[in-house]
Each structure stands twice: as C-alpha cells, then as structure tokens.
C-alpha cells in the first residue's frame, strides 16, 4: 500500500500522492481524520480498525486483505 501514516491512536498524519492516487482522498481531505474511515462500516461495527491498532501497537505491523 502507497505510503501512510497515523498516530498510535489512529489519526492519519501523512499522506503521500501514491495514497492519494489509491484511495482517492487529498492530503487536505484526510490528514487529521482517523483511520478507521478506510473499513467499511460492517467492519467498523466488529471492531475491526479498534483491534487493527492493538495488534500494530503490540506487533510493530498490521496486515489484512480488503
């Protein structure tokens, strides 16, 4: 995935223009916002973007297929 970063509690804090190619949003769009608004709102119902940063925080990466 092109290059992007947030905070340990999820806040996008960089967007690079291969990011910004892929998901469509600008820099001006997305920095500041949280992470979560990536997952679709089933998997935000489950939990998922709360437990993809526990496992980043626990095991330095997180993966997943989407």
């Not at 190619?21 to 119902?45: L, M, N, P, V, W």
């Amino acid at each position: 995935m092109p290059s992007t970063c947030w905070t340990p509690s999820g806040i996008v804090s960089s967007w690079s223009a291969g990011a910004q190619s892929f998901k469509g949003y600008t820099h001006e769009e997305i920095i500041g916002q949280h992470f979560s608004r990536f997952y679709t709102e089933e998997d935000r119902a489950i939990a998922l973007p709360a437990r993809a940063l526990e496992i980043s925080a626990r095991e330095g990466e997180f993966e997943a297929e989407g």
